[in-house]
């Protein structure tokens, strides 16, 4: 029930009608009786500036933010989580009387992606592939877990970028070129392979990599909430763990209903509503 003192919460981004967040916030808003909503808004590049002042100006309590705003919402906030500063992007703003916190729960939420499915990554030959802005997330968080990295992407010069610097922060992190890829791939030296980039969010498109050759124990992921080619082509190669990026998207909102509201999110409600 929407009333006059109901507290708006929303996401901004362009495209945004697809977006499941509505779904998982509105849920536990409900499962606590919170006089509250959560609503998704299309909002153009341009017009980023004014939705960001919106965010003080209508009162809303707290935003997700989205592609392509991510990393240009960031100078327009009052204060940056270490993380945020970190990754370089913002995926959750608080509005704190006026002042507006950013914070990245993305990269959290892939952390805990993983560990909910037993799997911890120090130590790990991990290959990352992508070096857009979920990668930076996901290089960030693994980085700090101590995995040893290796970087693939399409844009050769983003992946040297990244693996530079996150490299200082005590991990092994390597760009490498495509034949590298293939070596690493065939010669069974990997325990996890991560698509962060677009491809397989279409049935069409071609698999980031050639993964024939895997061994069945590496780990595949990919950060599109389906099950994608890539997954597919994992599990008939005889890989037995693989994992979409559902977990992560569930994760990252549950962190971000967390520093909302101060309370203990409910996971499992959540997950049923994304479902
Ligand atoms: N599960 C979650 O919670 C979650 C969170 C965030 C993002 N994601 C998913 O992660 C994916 C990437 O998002 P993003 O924000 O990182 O996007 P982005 O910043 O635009 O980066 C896209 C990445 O994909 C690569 N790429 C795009 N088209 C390609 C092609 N035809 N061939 C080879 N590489 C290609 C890009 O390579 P270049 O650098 O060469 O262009 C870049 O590395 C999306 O599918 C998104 O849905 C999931």
Known sequence: ??????????????????????????AAFRY???????????????????ATQAIRAL?????????????RIMPLLDYL?????????????????????????????FIQSLSERGIYVKGKRILVLGAGGAARA??????????????????????????????????????????DLEDLVSLGGIDMVINTTSLGLKAEDPLPCDIGSLNPNTIVCDLIYKRTPLLQAASEAG??????????????GVYAF?????LTPPVEL???ALR
């Open 1 to 26: 029930m929407i009333k006059g003192s109901t507290a708006i919460y929303g996401i901004f981004g362009n495209p945004v009608s697809h977006s499941k967040s509505p779904l998982m916030h509105n």
């Open 32 to 50: 606590f009786g919170l006089d509250a909503c959560y609503v998704a808004f299309d909002v153009l590049p341009e017009r980023l500036d004014q």
């Open 59 to 71: 009162n809303m309590r707290g935003v997700n933010i989205t592609v392509p705003h991510k990393e």
């Open 81 to 109: 989580s270490p993380e945020a500063e970190a990754i370089g992007a913002v995926n959750t703003v608080k509005n704190s009387q006026g002042l507006l916190y950013g914070y990245n729960t993305d990269a959290w939420g």
């Open 138 to 179: 996901v290089v960030y968080a693994l980085a700090k877990e101590g995995a040893v990295l290796f970087i693939y992407n399409r844009t050769a010069q983003k992946a040297e970028s990244l693996a530079l610097e996150y490299g200082s922060m005590g991990s092994i992190i390597s760009a490498v070129s495509q034949k």
């Open 239 to 252: 890989c037995t763990t693989t994992l979409d990026g559902s977990g992560m998207l569930l994760w990252q």
């Open 258 to 262: 967390q520093i909302w509201t101060g």
């Open 270 to 272: 959540m997950r049923e």
